[in-house]
């Protein structure tokens, strides 16, 4: 995948830019990159806070008819990036990325459809780089970590700028090739809930509790619970 890097240093949020990038024809491959974001944006339309020090960017993909495990891959790219840098990361069903059990990336996969053709598809990734977790805003600052609070040094967003796109572009790559037990696999191995008392909330209408029991080759989250077990496609998990 060739990439097209655009820059702005604040904007409410890449993935809008992009989309707007996309609808326009901008091809595969163009990519948002900000210094800071005033409106980002999570899962579940939850607020991603985004100050400057981190790496936030949004990138264009088209012609991926299948992309059921594109969030999981994502994951896995982060991770590796994240395992250079010099940390442990774990990925927590379905797109956040942990470190020392708190929050220190997270995805969001969004697109547009004609029909049941996909007309593109829109990916954010989000990572804590520089800064310190207690200078997030209260209420937040139990949740998150950055990568200069796992190091205790800064670290250079262009150089862990270079690392992530060629790690994004092999993933999604992986993903177009219908590779999929490497997603799921590599996955697997870096599992930050399974075995973990947890609770599935906004996949159906009340939340679902129990152990969880990792996921099944489609990349769907497994919950045990009463002897039985059962999947999710989507949904939010929350330990219990």
């Not at 129990?210 to 330990?239: E, M, W």
């Amino acid at each position: 995948m060739e990439w097209k890097v655009e820059r702005v240093i604040s904007c409410p949020s890449t993935m809008d830019l992009a989309k707007l990038k996309a609808k326009a024809g901008a091809p595969e491959g163009t990519a948002i990159v900000a210094e800071q974001m005033t409106s980002g944006r999570g899962t579940h339309g939850r607020t991603w806070h985004a100050p400057k020090g981190g790496l936030y960017m949004s990138f264009v993909l088209r012609d991926l008819q299948d992309p059921h495990l594109l969030t999981l891959a994502l994951g896995n790219a982060v991770a590796e990036v994240l395992e250079v840098a010099g940390t442990d990361p774990k990925l927590k069903w379905v797109n956040d990325v942990w470190v020392g059990g708190k929050k220190i990336a997270g995805i969001l996969v969004e697109g547009e459809a004609t029909g049941k053709h996909i007309d593109f598809l829109v990916a954010g990734v989000g990572i804590n780089v520089n800064g310190h977790a207690r200078e997030f805003p209260k209420g937040l600052r139990d949740i998150p970590t950055t990568l200069e609070d796992e190091l205790q040094c800064d670290s250079c967003i262009p150089d862990l700028e270079a690392v992530l796109l060629a790690s994004l572009a092999s993933w999604v790559d992986k993903v177009r090739q219908g590779r999929n037990q490497e997603v799921v696999t590599a996955f697997r191995q870096r599992d930050a809930l399974l075995g973990r008392k947890v609770r599935v909330e906004e996949a159906g209408p009340a939340p679902a509790e129990g152990t969880a029991d990792g996921i099944d080759d489609q990349g769907h989250f497994r919950l045990k619970a009463n002897g039985k077990v059962q999947t999710f496609a989507t949904g939010s998990i929350r330990l219990a």
